[in-house]
């Protein structure tokens, strides 16, 4: 199998590195210098000198669309994985000549995200509190977060985009919304011109009432929902691993050890085997970018913005 990575930042290095240990016949492309026995500084040579059977687009976020136009131009067919957003705005992806085109939402393959999905299947889901906190300036050690992508809007950074693993997840597990109401901007607290914390109220197909904190500046770092169902409340640590089910019959606990690139081999796992279930479709993540733009337009207008 060949593989081509776009971009090679922290994000499109571990797909490079994780993709070669899969096996497969890497080459790069990037816009800065760098070792690698198949670097390309454009998509269209990369497809024209290495033939690519599968794609990876992981360079910045607001890259994204006209790297998809690049490589349709440069007559990739096979199918494409794009990093996390899908783009910095709603696009059109229609009509591109892919065989498949999906987004990197890849904690979709952690084990106890998945066990929770399916705890509440069969529950009727009442409320949900999903918070995920991490502080921006120690993500990339050795770097000035300043300079990073996620510190600048113009770069497609901020926590809407950067933290949409857990927008994509919800939809995924409840549905898409209907409803949706935000506060939240720069706190003043990080230098960054992008907003660094929002807090936000979101009527879902499934469940009513779900209110989700994102924020770049916990210390501590952490992921966590609190689901109460009509059956039971179950309590995820997905930074731990660990998940509470509490019922009338009492508290059970699950642990799941799960390496740190295992969700991303998974996902890659998933494209390469054909298996599309679990996958984040390019429909699935526009529905993300639509609701980061209602989120937007609810914090500027102060309103609730209905679908």
């Known amino acids: 199998m ?17 993709l070669e240990e899969e096996g497969c016949d890497l080459a790069v492309v990037s816009r800065h210098r760098f070792e690698h026995r198949h670097a390309y500084a454009s998509i269209a ?8 059977d599968y794609v990876v687009i992981a360079n910045r976020t607001t890259e ?23 783009c910095e705005a709603p696009c059109e992806v229609s009509g591109l000549p892919f065989e498949c085109l999906y987004v990197g939402y890849n904690l979709r393959f952690h084990p106890a995200l998945r066990r929770l999905r399916a705890l509440i299947a069969d529950d009727r889901v009442l409320t949900v509190q999903v918070y995920a906190g991490q502080y921006l300036p120690d993500w990339r050690p050795g770097r000035d977060y300043r300079t990073s992508s996620s510190a600048s809007r113009s770069a497609g950074g901020g926590v809407l985009r950067d ?3 857990e927008l994509d997840y919800l939809t995924w597990m409840l549905g898409s919304w209907r409803a949706v109401a935000a506060s939240g901007g720069r706190s003043g607290a990080l230098e960054v011109d992008c907003e660094d914390s929002v807090v936000a109220l979101l009527e879902l197909e499934r469940c009513p009432r779900v209110v989700v904190q994102l924020n770049y500046l916990d210390r501590v770092g952490r992921r966590s929902i609190l689901v109460t169902g009509e059956r039971r409340t179950l309590e995820l640590d997905l930074v731990g691993g ?3 089910r509490t019922s009338s019959h009492g508290d059970e606990i699950e642990d799941f050890a799960i390496e740190r690139d295992q969700t991303y081999r998974d996902q890659h796992r998933a494209v390469l085997d054909g298996r599309h279930g679990d996958l984040c479709s390019a ?6 970018l639509h609701l980061v733009a209602a989120l937007e337009e609810a914090m500027t ?3 609730w913005v209905v679908r």
Do not use: C, Q
């Open 163 to 165: 933290l949409s693993h």
């Open 242 to 244: 660990r998940l509470r």
């Open 301 to 303: 207008n102060r309103r």
């Open 45 to 52: 040579d990369a497809v024209v000198g290495h033939h690519p």
């Open 283 to 288: 429909e699935e993540g526009l529905t993300v």
């Open 2 to 18: 060949k593989a081509l990575v776009v971009g090679f930042g922290s994000i499109g290095a571990r797909h490079s590195r994780i």
């Open 64 to 86: 994204h669309r006209a790297s998809l136009a690049e490589l349709a131009v440069a007559g990739h067919t096979g199918p494409v994985l794009v990093e996390k957003p899908l």
